[in-house]
């Protein structure tokens, strides 16, 4: 009795020892292993799902790996399944060899499926390829099946995995454990770290483009160093990929999208520094800097959808479970980056209200001169000054707008007024760039025009002052600041002079002195918000113009005059709430201030503030040396106001019964001024205001002591022609020298005249005793 137990247990035990726990690959799809009593060949027990395949590799990969695959292709349970003996060279389907080494010693149908078993030399050699299968070693081995189709139907990547099997022949076991592919971290890191690079870090490579525009350096280093991180983690990437897997069918074309990706990327990284490079060191290229930038915005946005769909790509060739969540994260990618463009337009949307409002030191313009002549790098934006050092190479239009802005006023690029090139139009800032302002802002210039009571404004002070105390002057939409218009006189067929009103509130019709020469005032429109310059020049006032004509007239006949006005105050009394402008039509221009100006009804209104900007510098104490003045057509205007002081300083030291205020302090002192004047016209009648200029230089072919004051008057559609850079320059040079050097170059006309002028700065500075602060460019 104790015999026959013994021998039921010993042959159980062998049995266990023989056939090891089946391995589970799929629903009706088993297998296990044993060796038989020889020990010279190792069987496997399958169990196979009819009308299915599955393939056994030995080996970890599917490259250089021998292979059996057991296909039931009929599926009908009568037909035996086909046993094939296989080599895989790459990701491919296996090819057969000449010789099959695989035998099939059983096959039973079943309800579902085949009990097979099949053996197979557990040591072989053919065609100096090793086979053997190494006595006690854990080895790595690989299976694919497919379910519904028989072989060759490619089967999916998770139809596709590893387990390791230690055989032991003296004991004839086969163990047969599960191994997780090791290839498996790669795909997912792979996976994943793609997944970071152009999904999360290309968020913030956006908003750092885009959104962070105010924190110009640093946002300049994120965007660089993120741009460089993808590139580089796509590029390890892709070429690891390349290198170390080979590709079998690809539906999706994961493998080129993803070398192209590689390729594209580091394309837009070169693009990037080749974009910048240009921007900070192009002069007279905007168009080409602004349309490369947009390139590369463009081709980085379409990067991003490639890139994008090279995941998406990734994660449904590999049957990943998250590829419903990423259509989900690519769809709140698209949500965010939407609603961040809406916040940003709503947010920062251009408002003339709010672009600056800091309390700084004020200087004065003496101050604010020797700052730019010891070469820092100034520039004002009305009434403030402004350190642009730290910005020039990160302005977004190019560092060249910024270097050519030293020393000048930026209000009418800040505002869409004007554009430093003629081929780029204008572009009105946002109040987002205000912010940039206000960061570059060091100080103020100081008004002298300021009533004592009003020294304590904020950065509406301007001498348009209310006559009542009470009525703030600080905000935007303030009454003392709203004007409509009164009256409208054509001086030529396309300017006029503009009579704007203004209940409450003093307005001064002329200033004594230099101070106001050259300054401006702007006006913003209440339905667009656009705004505009026009300067001071009060010279062509309604009441003014004429007595100028009478006075200097009078003057030069010696024929008798009478005044009209006993003194400046008495002069200064009649329509005080009344400001005239003289501003020229542009029809064609649909958002400019002008059409809606020469368009508006007298119940339409229109914000006004100044005077603001910089004066041209002189007094009455510096005005001495040789000056030459470049104007064209409305850019003669500023300079009117200059023109008539002369006129009435000169009557006043020469002729005082003939100055048109008897009270008007002036100073008597002898003036070595020389003025060059070149004016260009189209025809005589554009001229503006041209019949007081030449009066003037006749009081001073009369009363010349010394001083000059000459007009070269040019009509362009008349046979005049303009001078060219070389001629320019000469003259220049040659009017230095003549007079021992040159005082100041100031330049007003159409955007040809002053482009033409802004790229000859260097040269005139090299040919003349003039530095920066002596040019102003208007």
């Known amino acids: ?34 060796v038989d009593d020889a020990k010279e060949n190792l069987i496997f027990h399958i169990t196979l799902k009819y009308k299915n395949y599955l393939g056994i590799g030995f080996g970890e990969g599917m490259k250089g790996c021998p292979m059996l695959i057991v296909t039931d292709n009929p599926g009908d349970g009568e037909t035996v399944p086909i046993i094939l003996d296989t080599y895989s060279v790459a990701k491919t389907i296996p090819t057969e060899n000449d010789e099959n080494i695989y035998i099939l010693t059983k096959s039973v149908a079943t309800e579902h499926g085949w009990e097979l078993d099949i053996q197979r030399p557990i040591v072989f050699e053919r065609e100096g390829r090793v086979e053997t299968i190494f006595d006690k070693q854990n080895t790595v081995m690989n299976f694919a099946y497919h379910e519904g189709d028989g072989y060759p139907e490619e089967h999916t990547r998770h139809e596709y995995g590893f387990f390791s099997m230690k055989m032991d022949v003296n004991k004839q076991s086969v163990s047969i454990g599960t191994r997780h592919r090791p290839k498996d971290v790669f795909y997912k890191t792979h996976g994943i770290l793609f997944y970071i690079a ?28 993120l741009g460089l991180l993808i590139t580089a983690n796509t590029i390890i990437l892709v070429l690891f990929s390349w290198i170390k897997f080979d590709s079998s069918k690809d539906l999706l074309a994961h493998k080129p999208i993803g070398i192209a990706v590689m390729f594209i990327s580091f394309a837009q990284c070169l693009g990037g520094f080749a974009v910048k490079t240009s921007m900070t060191t192009l002069n007279w290229r905007s168009k080409l800097t602004l349309n490369s930038k947009l390139g590369h915005q463009l081709f980085g946005y379409a990067l991003i959808i490639l890139s994008n769909f090279q995941v998406v790509s990734g994660l449904y060739r590999y049957k990943s479970p998250i590829t419903k969540l990423i259509y989900i994260h690519l769809a709140v990618f698209v949500v965010m980056l939407f609603a961040l463009e809406i916040f940003y337009r709503m947010r920062f949307r251009y408002t003339k209200k709010g672009v600056l409002n800091k309390r700084v030191q004020n200087y004065s313009y003496n101050e604010y001169r020797k700052m730019l002549s010891s070469g820092r790098k100034l520039a004002l934006f009305n009434d403030y000054i402004l350190d642009i050092s730290s910005f020039i190479n990160e302005h977004p239009g190019g560092a060249f707008v910024m270097r050519a802005t030293v020393g000048s006023n930026m209000g009418k690029y800040f505002y869409g007024g004007s554009s430093m090139e003629t081929d780029v139009p204008p572009y009105k800032h946002s109040s987002y760039a205000g912010r940039i302002l206000e960061k570059l802002t060091i100080g103020k210039l100081e008004n002298k025009y300021l009533s004592e009571d009003n020294s304590n404004r904020s950065r509406r002070d301007f001498s348009i002052r209310s006559g009542n105390p009470s009525v703030k002057v600080e905000m935007l939409r303030d009454g003392c600041n709203i004007f409509t218009i009164k009256k409208k006189v054509w001086l030529t067929s396309t300017v006029s002079r503009i009579s704007f009103h203004c209940i409450d509130t003093s307005i001064p019709s002329i200033y004594e002195g230099l101070e106001m020469c050259g300054k401006n005032y702007s006006i913003t429109s209440m339905k667009n918000d656009v705004t505009r310059y026009y300067t001071i020049c009060n010279s062509m006032g309604s009441q003014i113009f004429e007595e100028y004509m009478k006075s200097f007239g009078a003057a030069i006949e010696e024929t008798e005059y009478q005044r009209r006005f006993e003194g400046i105050a008495d002069f200064d009394k009649e329509e005080k709430d009344i400001l005239e402008l003289v501003i020229k039509h542009y029809p064609k221009s649909d958002s400019g201030i002008s059409k809606q100006v020469f368009n508006a009804s007298h119940h339409e209104e229109f914000y006004i503030e100044g005077p603001i900007s910089v004066d041209f510098g002189y007094t009455e104490e510096n005005l001495e040396g040789a000056n030459i003045i470049f104007c064209g057509g409305t850019g003669i205007l500023p300079f009117m106001d200059l023109f008539a002081y002369l006129g009435r300083r000169l009557v006043a030291t020469s002729c005082p019964d003939y100055s048109i205020f008897s009270d008007e302090v002036i100073s008597t002192k002898e003036s070595k001024a020389k003025f060059l004047i070149h004016a260009y016209f189209q025809t005589r009648e554009d001229c503006i205001g041209i019949e007081l200029v030449e009066r003037i230089e006749k009081l001073y072919q009369k009363y010349n002591k010394g001083a000059l004051f000459k007009l070269n008057l040019i009509l362009t559609n008349r046979g005049g022609e303009k001078l060219s850079d070389d001629d320019i320059v000469e003259l220049m040079e040659d009017y230095s020298v003549a007079n021992g050097g040159l005082n100041k170059l100031l330049v007003c006309g159409p955007p040809p005249m002053d482009m033409q002028f802004h790229k000859l700065k260097g040269r005139i500075m090299k040919k003349t005793n003039l530095d920066l602060s002596q040019i102003d460019i208007l």
């Open 1 to 34: 009795m104790i015999n026959k137990t013994f021998f039921w247990v010993t042959l159980l035990i062998l049995s266990l020892a023989q056939v090891a726990e089946a391995y589970n690959v799929a629903n009706g799809i088993s297998f296990t292993a044993s």
């Open 198 to 225: 152009w999904s999360i870090m290309t968020f913030a490579l956006i908003a750092s483009g885009r959104y962070m525009k105010h924190l110009y350096n640093f946002r300049m280093i994120l965007h660089v160093g």
